[in-house]
């Protein structure tokens, strides 16, 4: 399932994030040069912090609702 900009997201593991809620803000097909291989990353605001992981590291709590 991909995640998309206004899901409500929780992150996985991340302990001291305290595992709090964000809003995905923007999401990003990347490459990693060396290896070629490519990945989603996603940048979500979590409390007052913008952070940016790989989509894995991301738990969909809620989808957007695309209607408002």
Known sequence: MSLQIGD???V????????????????KQLVHDPSGEGYTAITALVGTQSITFSERDFELVK??????
């Open 8 to 10: 409500l997201v929780r």
């Open 12 to 27: 996985r593991g991340e302990d001291w994030l305290g595992k709090r809620l964000g809003i995905v803000t923007e999401v």
């Open 63 to 68: 989808r957007a609702d695309k209607n408002d």
